[in-house]
């Protein structure tokens, strides 16, 4: 039967089964955005470098020689301001001290940038780093991670003794944390320009640390793959400035990063953010996904397509593309239109969340955020981030958090002007001084306990102005449960007049206040303070005819239409 034609049918059948009466428990329909159980937790992000120094004894300060990797400033910094591109001694030991920082936060799994083996000297090639320039590596190192030279063996300024990556996810399990393992498969270090070559940059390991592919500190299109087996890996041309262009059509790549990722699950990864996914082609992504989840049945995977073209990125969420979920750039444009401009409209949000017939597989899977080490952080005052949150922990989609906005840390700082500076314990033992900080564990904690937030359908009621109002809607197994979220980012206090799909019960605030009752026909009328947030749940399934024919439009047209 047609889409359109059964969805009547099943629209008809519930108007009448369910205008004034429970339907029998046996009949009662499911409403879920997701079940994936990754929604369920949202994600704080942590560049592991940056984020505390929990062991000195892992720095390697003198590592590097005369291309040393520890603490190097960025030259031309406006006074009273800095940043750095060497190494600044952040380690597993700092994030597992500060799990139960996260975990108290509303937090429940930690994502840490790639934890491989990286080149133990400074760049000599590209362009110098300068203050604010972009994609520019001389002088740089590999402290974030993504240089990869061996993805089977854990980069040297990670672990501790008895702290291995196994024993870390261990113990961040035990502390109530999953681990979201950052992975990189379509580059590896950067491969050539180098005034002399040196060791490890261009270079690809296995396991048994046996050099395989090698660059050789060749322009791509000096590369002979057809004669010289350690060029074999690449692409002979040129992609994300000097890094090596792994060859996404070569059964040896995917094997071995297959083999590489699936070790780390084995020791404890749960899932994985996977960078630059737009780099190689559907067909790759297709057959890695099917190799990894043939050994680990659901296992979760987003990734990074650095493009606010929701056509563009869509793709990768489909079945024939490997069921990838991204990272919702389309939504993020608009969150920092909205967030950083005190005087801009809600309506701007609606547009991009693609709730029927959208881009994605599934909306409700996508990982939202607002800013990353990749791009300016959000540029918003103290109210600007609340809201956000507000915003980003009620609707649809899987929040996710870079290290530091808790506070406002570096506000609009890009990549070489600060975004990526170390935070270190003292920031985290005063977070809980910061506005930012108190209203994002309250509403994280309240999205950790309210299963509608997590995981139920998004039905927008009004986005104008200041003010946004819309339901959550959860219903499957015991679960039954009703969010009504109401937001207000103006400087005044807003009231809401609530009518429409407005189940009649008693609705209860979920931050405080009194209970509203709410007869056949009448509305809810409700005041919520300046850049603040409202939640009145209801532990019920959903009866009221117009409500469930719109849960049911909303669950047949979740998706992609043809997918």
């Not at 380690?91 to 799990?99: P, T, Y």
């Not at 702290?163 to 961040?172: C, G, N, P, V, Y």
């Not at 979220?485 to 005044?492: I, T």
Request: glycine share 10%; with cysteine; hydrophobic share 40%.
């Amino acid at each position: 039967m047609p889409k359109s034609r059964l969805l009547t049918a099943l629209v008809a059948a519930l108007a009448c089964g369910l205008a004034h009466a429970a339907a029998p428990a046996a009949s009662v329909p499911e409403f879920v955005g997701t079940d994936a159980p990754m929604a369920s937790n949202a994600i704080y992000f942590v560049m592991t470098d940056r984020f505390v120094n929990g062991d000195p004894s892992n720095d390697h300060r003198d590592q590097g020689g005369p291309h040393r990797t520890f603490d190097i400033p960025v030259p031309g910094a406006p006074k009273g301001e800095s940043a750095n591109i060497g190494y600044l001694g952040g380690d597993f030991k700092g994030v597992l001290d500060n799990a139960g920082y996260i975990r108290g936060m509303g937090f429940g799994a930690v994502w840490i940038t790639p934890i491989v083996d990286n080149p133990d000297e400074a760049f000599t090639g590209g362009d110098p780093v300068s203050w604010g320039s972009k994609f520019t590596d001389r002088g740089k190192t590999g402290y974030h991670g993504y240089w990869g030279v061996n993805f089977y063996k854990l980069d040297e300024h990670l672990p501790s003794k008895g702290l291995d990556f196994r024993q870390f996810t261990a113990k961040m399990h035990a502390a109530g944390l999953k681990v979201v393992q950052d992975i990189v498969v379509n580059h590896g270090s950067p491969a050539f320009s180098m005034p002399v070559r040196q060791p490890q940059y261009g270079q690809i390991f296995d396991k048994d640390g046996r050099l395989i592919a090698d660059e050789q500190n060749l322009p791509p299109y000096q590369l002979d793959p057809a004669r010289n087996p350690l060029h074999r890996f690449y692409h002979a041309y040129d992609d994300l400035v000097q890094l090596s262009n792994n060859d996404d059509q070569s059964p040896a790549v995917l094997d071995y990063f297959v083999g590489a990722y699936e070790q780390w699950i084995g020791e404890g990864a749960d899932a994985f953010r996977i960078d630059t996914i737009s780099h190689m082609s559907t067909a790759f992504w297709k057959q890695f996904s099917a190799r990894i989840r043939a050994k680990h049945p659901g296992f979760f995977m987003f990734g990074e397509a650095f493009d606010y073209s929701p056509d563009n990125i869509g793709q990768y969420t489909w079945p024939e593309n490997g069921a990838i979920s991204v990272l919702d750039f389309p939504l993020r444009g608009r969150l920092g239109d909205v967030f950083e401009r005190p005087d801009s409209d809600y309506a701007h949000l609606l547009d991009r969340l693609y709730l029927t017939n959208g881009p994605y597989q599934n909306p409700y899977e996508l990982v939202t955020f607002y800013d990353n080490h990749d791009m300016a952080r959000l540029n918003a005052t103290d109210a600007g981030f609340i809201d956000a949150n507000n915003f980003l922990f009620t609707a649809r989609g899987i929040p996710a958090i870079y290290y530091g906005s808790e506070t406002g840390f570096e506000r609009g700082k890009a990549e070489h002007q600060g975004n990526r500076n170390y935070y270190g314990q003292q920031r985290i033992d005063g977070a809980s001084k910061s506005p930012i900080y108190q209203q994002l564990k309250r509403i994280a904690q309240l999205r950790e306990n309210t299963p509608a937030l997590q995981r139920g359908l998004m039905l927008p009621l009004r986005f104008a102005g200041n003010q946004a109002a819309f339901y959550r809607v959860y219903q499957k197994g015991n679960t039954h449960q009703i969010a009504l979220v109401l937001l207000n980012k103006g400087d005044a206090v807003a009231s809401f007049d609530i009518g429409e799909y407005l189940q009649p019960s008693r609705w209860q605030p979920a931050l405080g206040g009194a209970a509203i009752d709410v007869a056949a026909g009448g509305h809810l009328h409700a005041s919520v303070p300046a850049h603040d947030v409202q939640v009145y749940l209801l532990d019920a399934t959903a009866k009221r005819a117009d409500l469930v024919a719109e849960l049911m439009r909303l669950m047949q047209e979740r998706g992609h239409p043809t997918h």
